[in-house]
């Protein structure tokens, strides 16, 4: 079965470009997390949906960043626009009912660089 | 005060030894509890739940201290293969869609 995917898993881009970071979750699962890590922070949550709907956007850091989640398979990070200190690895997750407390699936990430 | 925290680390250890990292929880009021680990520049996964009455899986066993709100992990017999990031977890609203809360780390490298 297919985990969580996530693209790019690279991006490199300029100061005051916008990034769209995409993730298409485990299907079947309803609830997807965005998460920030960085060395300093470690993992920050940044959002997370159930059931396609936002629940908790307490975590993204302002304006320039939103989310998206259209329909069950597909969500979008975008971060408009981009600054160095954006700079990061981004992890989208998924979960079920089903999946146990706690147990989130991560994909890959997406490696961001913001020059 | 951090939510979850974690000693850093690096715990460097040769193979075979016995290791354990603590966390400490601010939120008394948090449901449940986990350890993931983390490869170097990959995901997290989750390795196990920690239970109340204190849980083992193999060499791994997961001990929770509720009235001095801590988290211990312990390692016996570590292995190469054991080297990551281990990150302490926190529920702080139970169920299985409520978001967690991840300690930023403790570093275990296993030597020959």
């Known amino acids: 079965d297919a985990g969580v995917i996530q693209s790019p898993r690279h991006e490199v881009t300029e100061m005051g470009q916008e990034v769209t970071l995409r993730c298409k979750p485990i299907s079947g699962h309803n609830s997807l997390f965005w998460y920030r890590q960085t060395m300093m922070r470690g993992l920050e949550l940044l959002i997370y949906?159930?059931?396609?709907?936002?629940?908790?956007d307490s975590g993204m850091p302002e304006d320039r960043f939103s989310a998206k989640m259209p329909n069950a398979s597909f969500s979008t990070l975008k971060i408009q626009p981009s600054e160095p200190r954006d700079s990061a690895v981004y992890f989208c997750?998924?979960?079920?009912?089903?999946?146990?407390?706690?147990?989130?699936?991560f994909g890959p990430g997406t490696r961001l660089t913001v020059l | 005060r951090k939510e979850v925290e974690q000693d850093p680390g690096p715990f460097n250890v040769p193979e075979g030894a016995t290791v354990a990292f603590n966390c400490t929880y601010s939120n008394s009021a948090s449901q449940s509890f986990f350890w993931y680990r983390q490869d170097c520049r990959k995901e997290p996964k989750l390795l196990m739940s920690?239970?109340?009455s204190g849980n083992e899986d193999g060499r791994f066993t997961a001990q929770l201290n509720r009235a001095s709100q801590y988290i211990s992990l312990l390692i016996r017999d570590s292995k190469l293969s054991d080297s990551a990031t281990y990150l302490c977890?926190?529920?702080?609203?139970?169920?299985?869609?409520?978001?967690?809360?991840f300690g930023t780390g403790t570093r275990l490298q296993v030597t020959l």
């Open positions: 997750a998924s979960s079920s009912r089903t999946s146990g407390r706690g147990t989130q699936y």
């Open positions: 977890v926190v529920n702080p609203e139970g169920g299985t869609a409520s978001k967690l809360t």
């Open positions: 949906f159930n059931n396609n709907v936002p629940i908790d």
């Open positions: 920690v239970y109340s």
